[in-house]
């Protein structure tokens, strides 16, 4: 079954300052992944996503993601840190398996707050 | 891309009594689901509905408590029945826009309050 992990509940960075968010993932076949954020009171955005190809991706809002496969690792990050950028991000992963997809199963999220 | 809306965006319903919510999408999807984030969590997916099918359910949820309509191919609901305070959550609507690209489209939620 797949699954997905991102070990820390909150990450605290002060403006200005690189940022980390974690993920680590578990499938049977080969993963797609995706970086997703949730503002206040808001449904979820799309952010990037890695399904083949280079393992850095970039997307939305000046974020990367880089994909680790012998660490089942998809970190999210950006070099500079903005305010508006504290929001809760999650990470998902869907299992492509068989020639099909599998369901779409999120990470539990991490609340990003930035500091000015 | 796809522009999805839900109504309602929030309610705050009595114990006892059913709720459904809708979702339209501004172009024919194949593959709609429905999730809930319940107070402080993740994601959960409830079901995947597909137009012209019954709809498919995870574990844990089942089309008595969570009955899905899928008519066409830009329109779902969801209905919440017999609600209790543990069903307080927001359920959100989302849309595969293609088998090949990965990635769900998000609605921006219904937010329901159970008292």
């Known amino acids: 079954a797949q699954s997905v992990a991102q070990p820390e509940d909150q990450v605290n960075v002060a403006e200005g300052n690189p940022l980390t968010v974690k993920c680590t993932y578990s499938v049977s076949g080969n993963p797609y992944l995706f970086w997703y954020v949730q503002y206040p009171n808001r449904g979820l955005q799309f952010l990037l996503k890695y399904i083949t190809g280079d393992n850095l991706v970039k997307g939305s809002y000046g974020f990367e993601a880089e994909f680790n496969k012998s660490q089942t690792s998809f970190h999210l990050k950006k070099p500079s840190a903005l305010v508006s950028d504290s929001a809760l991000y999650f990470c998902?992963?869907?299992?492509?398996?068989?020639?099909?997809?599998?369901?779409?199963?999120f990470g539990k999220g991490t609340k990003l707050s930035v500091k000015p | 891309s796809a522009v999805i809306s839900q109504k309602p965006s929030r309610d705050i319903c009595q114990r006892g009594t059913s709720l459904t919510i809708q979702c339209q999408v501004d172009?024919?999807?194949?593959?709609m689901f429905w999730y809930r984030q319940q107070p402080g969590q993740s994601l959960t997916l409830i079901a995947t509905?597909?137009?012209?099918?019954?709809?498919?359910?995870e574990s844990g949820f089942v089309i008595d408590k969570f009955p899905i309509s899928r008519p066409n191919l830009t329109f779902s609901t969801l209905t919440v029945s017999n609600m209790s305070p543990e069903d307080s959550s927001i359920y959100l609507c989302?849309?595969?826009?293609?088998?090949?690209?990965?990635?769900?489209?998000f609605g921006e939620g219904s937010r329901l309050t159970v008292l």
């Open positions: 989302s849309v595969d826009t293609s088998e090949y690209t990965g990635e769900l489209f």
């Open positions: 509905a597909n137009q012209g099918s019954e709809a498919t359910y």
């Open positions: 998902a992963v869907r299992d492509f398996y068989g020639g099909s997809q599998g369901n779409l199963i």
């Open positions: 172009s024919q999807v194949t593959m």
